[in-house]
């Protein structure tokens, strides 16, 4: 083989003139291939297509090939074949095709990288030989792989390879295209034996996960049966706990309602007895008809309470929303708590009257709320004050009223906090044996919140004092011409 001048700006160039430049240019381009990087199977795949073309196309006028690293977005070894037109008809591209990435048929002026005529239509190209095109040409491509770095001394070490083999004969031809066999077979038969390898691995990793899915299908099963038995269970309890709830109700209405006309009796004959007008009484009488004056009251107080929490409950409590003046509601309010009996030593602290808003709220519900709050507070307090202030919440734009109810009293220790808004509960305490009562005031007052939208929040420190905060919906409204008269006492019915 000798170096073609026209191509000695490529990495290396050949005439092609007899079958040993064929068998030449069939390890040449292994060489090359191996060279840049190319793994084994791309290597045989080159150099069977260079065989094959230069086989096809031998016989040629001035048939020559050069390997080239043409520039590009995609880094390819690209064979060109080059002859003279009109002295062969056209290759058979297809042999070729089928190994290399891109195999392409020019005609006429000089090899470009960018000329792009594809397998499909090269025939329809090249199908003019004799139009006066000089030369014709065929590019093969094959993509380099990702770890090809093209420097000089790279391309230095392809130039080598491509320049160190001696010519072959058609015999050497033979045995190296056997050991390639030999080698292409070789490394099938491993790719099989690894191939066969994971689809073992698979079909034992595949009876695994049918094992695995199976068992959580069957645990699923059993958790739905379970939760399916408990649902039911649960819709069990809570219709038992419905019905026990609705009992309840009724029990407490009907002898609430039953124990309210004896005990008016009582009271209003006790009364009667230590009235100014009635017959004088001995001083253990008189002392006798008070304690039983007390006892009636208590337990009037405790049928009424019992009567309001069944009303909540049952959601006979309808809200009857009006404009209030709050300043006529406090004002009742704080005057009925002193004048019931107010602890020696404990002051009781209302807001001032000029920054109590008209507000449109149920005011019996709110006056029972507010009652049952400052009276517990003063109930639990020796020393100091009970404070009664109010607020409109400036970040919800006035939407929001608050009442917090605060005492100095002796407190509720942590433990005892989420207790004390359950029915009947009572904290205990030398005070709380001192005062007894029902333990209904705060769920009836937190009860009663909810039912006209808001909160209720307890906060407590043993022997510093408690605070309440009720948080209410605010609906300002017009605040009335004239002072309002105060309000008669609420009935006790």
């Not at 060279?35 to 297509?49: K, S």
């Not at 020019?106 to 006066?132: K, N």
């Not at 034992?204 to 649902?231: D, K, M």
Request: hydrophobic share 40%; proline share 6%.
């Amino acid at each position: 083989m000798t170096v073609s001048a026209a191509r000695s700006a490529a990495l290396s160039a050949f005439d092609l003139a007899t079958a040993q430049d064929v068998f030449a240019l069939r390890r040449i381009g292994q060489s090359a291939a191996e060279a840049l990087g190319m793994d084994r199977q791309d290597q045989v795949r080159i150099a069977t297509a260079l065989s094959e073309l230069g086989r096809d196309r031998l016989g040629c006028d001035g048939l020559t090939v050069a390997f080239t690293l043409p520039p590009g977005p995609e880094p390819v070894l690209a064979v060109v074949f080059e002859w003279d037109s009109g002295t062969k008809a056209a290759p058979d591209l297809e042999p070729a095709a089928r190994l290399l990435n891109r195999v392409r048929h020019e005609t006429g002026g000089a090899y470009e990288t960018g000329a792009a005529h594809e397998t499909g239509a090269a025939h329809e190209t090249g199908a003019a030989h004799g139009s006066g095109d000089a030369r014709e040409r065929i590019v093969a491509e094959h993509p380099l792989p990702a770890a090809w770095s093209d420097t000089p001394a790279a391309r230095l070490g392809v130039r080598e390879a491509l320049r160190r083999h001696a010519p072959m004969t058609l015999a050497d031809d033979l045995r190296a295209q056997t050991r390639d066999l030999i080698a292409t077979l070789e490394e099938t038969r491993a790719q099989r034996e690894e191939l066969r390898r994971l689809n073992d691995e698979l079909e034992e990793t595949n009876r695994g996960v049918l094992a695995l899915y199976t068992e959580l299908s069957q645990e699923l099963e059993e958790t739905n049966s379970g939760v399916v038995a408990l649902h039911t269970e649960l819709e069990e309890k809570s219709n038992r706990l419905r019905e026990t709830s609705e009992a309840k109700t009724r029990f407490w209405t009907n002898i609430s309602h039953e124990l309210r006309t004896p005990v008016n009796a009582v009271v209003a004959l006790s009364r009667l007895l230590l009235a100014a007008g009635s017959a004088p009484l001995t001083e253990e009488q008189r002392r006798q008809v008070s304690l039983i004056d007390a006892s009636g009251q208590t337990l009037f107080a405790l049928v009424n309470d019992l009567l309001d929490m069944a009303r909540a409950e049952a959601g006979q409590l309808e809200i009857a929303a009006a404009p209030v003046d709050l300043r006529a509601l406090v004002g009742q309010l704080g005057a009925v708590m002193r004048s019931t009996g107010m602890p020696e030593g404990v002051a009781l602290l209302t807001p001032e009257p000029g920054t109590l808003p008209v507000t449109v709220t149920d005011e019996a519900l709110l006056t029972r709320i507010l009652r049952n709050l400052l009276s517990n507070a003063l109930k639990f307090t020796e020393k100091g004050e009970v404070r009664l202030e109010f607020a409109v919440d400036p970040e919800a734009a006035g939407q929001w009223m608050t009442f917090t109810v605060t005492d100095t009293g002796v407190g509720i220790p942590e433990s005892e906090l989420a207790r004390v808004f359950e029915e009947f509960y009572q904290v205990r305490g030398p005070l709380q044996r001192a005062h007894r009562g029902t333990g209904l005031g705060l769920p009836y007052a937190r009860a009663l919140t909810e039912l006209l939208g808001g909160t209720l929040r307890l906060s407590s420190t043993p022997g510093v004092g408690t605070r309440v905060e009720v948080r209410l919906p605010h609906r300002p409204g017009p605040r009335p011409a004239t002072p309002p008269a105060p309000p008669a006492p609420e009935a006790d019915a």
